[in-house]
């Protein structure tokens, strides 16, 4: 994914009525609201391996302690969704609540159901509509309230609506009556990511209290909390600078809680980070908890986007051990696509995910770092026992009650079976997972087939008239799909590209679903370097196109089929 450009819609869901043709849609299963889920769900990568299946872009993962086929996901613009079978199928939880934007996700431990979640709204999504901060807030719904569940999902309450209005949570700790939400604009189209907090309610979230700046806690968005395994009541915190000069940008640091969020210790600062954090530039901390009194951190230079540092402790922050840092962000995406966690098996290993490989396939980047022996190897393709990796762009990792690690990415949620070692594999849990971003819908009404171009989800096509399955055609970020029902008597021509116009493909499809042609288009001139670029066909002859950019042109395009 892009960082630089948004996302206009969150899931793909259209009512039959909106369609030219709806015959085919109407064994579809209904959303709420009258809306047919038409998916994208999944989309089928080009390379055809089981495990390159795309679904969208999730941003926490909850596991159930006690049932390893029981798993929560909080997507960035797709809502909160629960799976009761391993991935195999997925129930939308949250299509009727005011944001599906979410930016936080977590359970409570003290429940011994595994059925109380919270769940905060917040924008985290790599792309949006056009460049500049003034368009953050086109990047997702609304940032309004926290979402507060004791059954599982089926009904929730709404929080904190006037404490959190328009503010993104990026970290939440539930623990009976006590809440501690902590408020962080991540994304690096954030007009400001030097705001935020960590607010904290003891009635159930009936009321909230900043806790910023008081109790030995210092002012400062807050980009990370996590609870202790073993305690019900130990917390901490990360705090990042709140501005340039004030706190200044060395005051990045870590607190702990022993009393749920009331009070907080200093536990790690500058002094503990050799220089990584520093008078330079902005840094934040994510933060990983396993037994033993284990944590971890990972600092992210907010500048370059990069992990810059990342440390173990194994005493609950007493004491810290430097790691060595994997390169694990060589896409400049750390802000969002960075994920650390702790093996609750051996707390030797920290594994921590990135964004993506710069050249083809483009992949996941992933490490096993060893504490015992001081070094990392990676989790991803030969590493495995099939040579299996999976969509890029991490943003959360979790272990399921059997030990195996789960990532979520832009792409959806995967498994890595045993990653301890080299013999694992990774598979994917998306089954029938819609949060697909899209930018472009088209509808072929020769070819009843609809065309989506989504962010971080290239530009694909559905396998069949009514499937909620569609297959990648341009891989990257699907920025484009517009198609022609008048050329070709009897059939549908697609136009479907990804950034910056590229992997420009003509797709012809007949009546029955058939693709007849694949093309590549050869432009006559390049309108020069616009991530999204407009394509418009003439509505009298089709096969006359538009194409704006530094460079507008008018392209004359003959399909063949």
Same mark, same amino acid.
Do not use: C
């Given at each position: 994914?892009?960082?630089?450009?948004?996302?206009?819609?969150?899931?793909?869901?259209?009512?039959?009525?909106?369609?030219?043709?709806?015959?085919?849609?109407?064994?579809?299963?209904?959303?709420?609201?009258?809306?047919?889920?038409? @998916?994208?769900?999944?989309?089928?990568?080009?390379?055809?391996?089981?495990?390159?299946?795309?679904?969208?872009?999730?941003?926490?993962?909850?596991?159930?302690?006690?049932?390893?086929?029981?798993?929560?996901?909080?997507?960035?613009?797709?809502?909160?969704?629960?799976?009761?079978?391993?991935?195999?199928?997925?129930?939308?939880? #949250?299509?009727?609540?005011?944001?599906?934007?979410?930016?936080?996700?977590?359970?409570?431990?003290? %429940? !011994?159901?595994?059925?109380?979640?919270?769940? @905060?709204?917040?924008?985290?999504?790599?792309?949006?509509?056009?460049?500049?901060?003034?368009?953050?807030?086109?990047?997702?719904?609304?940032?309004?309230?926290?979402?507060?569940?004791?059954?599982?999902?089926?009904?929730?309450?709404?929080?904190?609506?006037?404490?959190?209005?328009?503010?993104?949570?990026?970290?939440?700790?539930?623990?009976?009556?006590?809440?501690?939400?902590?408020?962080?604009?991540?994304?690096?189209?954030?007009?400001?990511?030097?705001?935020?907090?960590?607010?904290?309610?003891?009635?159930?979230?009936?009321?909230?209290?900043?806790?910023?700046?008081?109790?030995?806690?210092?002012?400062?968005?807050?980009?990370?909390?996590?609870?202790?395994?073993?305690?019900?009541?130990?917390?901490?915190?990360?705090?990042?600078?709140?501005?340039?000069?004030?706190?200044?940008?060395?005051?990045?640091?870590?607190?702990?809680?022993?009393?749920?969020?009331?009070?907080?210790?200093?536990?790690?600062?500058?002094?503990? !980070?050799?220089?990584?954090?520093?008078?330079?530039?902005? #840094?934040?901390?994510?933060?990983?908890?396993?037994?033993?009194?284990?944590?971890?951190?990972?600092?992210?230079?907010?500048?370059?986007?990069?992990?810059?540092?990342?440390?173990?402790?194994?005493?609950?922050?007493?004491?810290?051990?430097?790691?060595?840092?994997?390169?694990?962000?060589?896409?400049?995406?750390? &802000?969002?696509?960075?994920?650390?966690?702790?093996?609750?098996? &051996?707390?030797?290993?920290?594994?921590?995910?990135?964004?993506?490989?710069?050249?083809?396939?483009?992949?996941?980047?992933?490490?096993?770092?060893?504490? @015992?022996?001081?070094?990392?190897?990676?989790?991803?393709?030969?590493?495995?026992?099939?040579?299996?990796?999976?969509?890029?762009?991490?943003?959360?990792?979790?272990? %399921?009650?059997?030990?195996?690690?789960?990532?979520?990415?832009?792409?959806?949620?995967?498994?890595?079976?045993?990653?301890?070692?080299?013999?694992?594999?990774?598979?994917?849990?998306?089954?029938?997972?819609?949060?697909?971003?899209?930018?472009?819908?088209?509808?072929?009404?020769?070819?009843?087939?609809?065309?989506?171009?989504?962010?971080?989800?290239?530009?694909?096509?559905?396998?069949? !008239?009514?499937?909620?399955?569609?297959?990648?055609?341009?891989?990257?970020?699907?920025?484009?799909?517009?198609?022609?029902?008048?050329?070709?008597?009897?059939?549908?021509?697609?136009?479907?590209?990804?950034?910056?116009?590229?992997?420009?493909?003509?797709?012809?499809?007949?009546?029955?679903?058939?693709?007849?042609?694949?093309?590549?288009? &050869?432009?006559?001139?390049?309108?020069?370097?616009?991530?999204?670029?407009?394509?418009?066909?003439?509505?009298?002859?089709?096969?006359?196109?538009?194409?704006?950019?530094?460079?507008?042109?008018?392209?004359?395009?003959?399909?063949?089929?």
């Amino acid at each position: 994914g892009n960082s630089m450009y948004p996302k206009r819609l969150s899931r793909l869901a259209l009512t039959g009525a909106l369609l030219l043709s709806t015959a085919a849609y109407l064994g579809s299963p209904a959303r709420a609201g009258g809306y047919v889920n038409l @998916g994208p769900a999944p989309e089928q990568g080009n390379s055809g391996n089981a495990y390159d299946a795309y679904s969208g872009a999730v941003n926490a993962i909850v596991t159930d302690p006690a049932d390893a086929n029981t798993m929560y996901i909080g997507a960035v613009n797709g809502g909160v969704w629960v799976t009761h079978d391993g991935g195999k199928t997925w129930t939308a939880l #949250t299509d009727s609540q005011l944001s599906l934007s979410i930016g936080s996700l977590s359970a409570d431990p003290t %429940d !011994a159901t595994h059925k109380t979640l919270i769940a @905060g709204t917040g924008l985290s999504s790599n792309g949006f509509v056009a460049a500049g901060g003034a368009t953050y807030a086109s990047s997702g719904g609304l940032r309004t309230r926290l979402l507060y569940t004791t059954d599982g999902g089926p009904t929730w309450s709404h929080l904190g609506a006037t404490t959190f209005a328009g503010q993104s949570v990026g970290s939440v700790a539930v623990r009976g009556n006590t809440i501690v939400a902590g408020t962080y604009e991540e994304s690096s189209n954030a007009p400001s990511q030097t705001t935020g907090g960590l607010y904290r309610s003891t009635d159930g979230g009936a009321t909230f209290t900043s806790i910023s700046g008081t109790g030995g806690l210092p002012t400062g968005p807050i980009t990370s909390i996590v609870g202790d395994p073993a305690s019900t009541t130990k917390l901490y915190a990360a705090v990042t600078a709140p501005d340039a000069t004030g706190g200044g940008k060395n005051s990045t640091s870590i607190y702990v809680s022993s009393d749920t969020g009331a009070t907080w210790s200093q536990v790690f600062a500058t002094a503990d !980070a050799g220089g990584k954090i520093n008078t330079t530039d902005q #840094t934040k901390i994510k933060l990983a908890t396993g037994p033993g009194g284990a944590l971890a951190a990972g600092i992210v230079d907010v500048v370059t986007g990069k992990l810059t540092g990342l440390y173990l402790s194994k005493n609950s922050g007493t004491t810290w051990t430097a790691l060595p840092v994997p390169t694990v962000n060589p896409g400049g995406q750390g &802000n969002t696509n960075l994920a650390i966690a702790i093996d609750p098996n &051996n707390t030797n290993y920290v594994y921590v995910t990135g964004d993506a490989l710069q050249t083809s396939p483009y992949t996941l980047i992933a490490y096993r770092v060893d504490a @015992g022996t001081s070094s990392f190897t990676s989790i991803t393709d030969a590493h495995t026992g099939n040579n299996s990796t999976v969509h890029p762009d991490s943003r959360a990792l979790a272990f %399921d009650a059997n030990g195996q690690l789960i990532v979520s990415t832009d792409g959806g949620v995967y498994m890595r079976s045993q990653p301890q070692s080299d013999t694992g594999v990774w598979t994917q849990l998306n089954g029938n997972l819609s949060a697909i971003e899209a930018y472009q819908v088209a509808y072929g009404a020769n070819s009843h087939l609809l065309g989506v171009a989504a962010q971080d989800n290239s530009a694909m096509i559905e396998t069949s !008239a009514g499937s909620v399955k569609y297959n990648e055609i341009s891989g990257g970020d699907g920025t484009m799909v517009t198609v022609n029902d008048k050329t070709l008597t009897g059939k549908s021509v697609y136009y479907l590209a990804v950034q910056n116009l590229g992997g420009l493909t003509r797709v012809t499809v007949d009546s029955a679903g058939n693709t007849v042609a694949t093309d590549t288009v &050869n432009l006559s001139i390049t309108p020069n370097g616009n991530f999204y670029t407009p394509v418009v066909l003439n509505q009298i002859n089709p096969s006359l196109i538009a194409i704006g950019g530094t460079n507008g042109f008018l392209h004359p395009d003959r399909p063949r089929g």
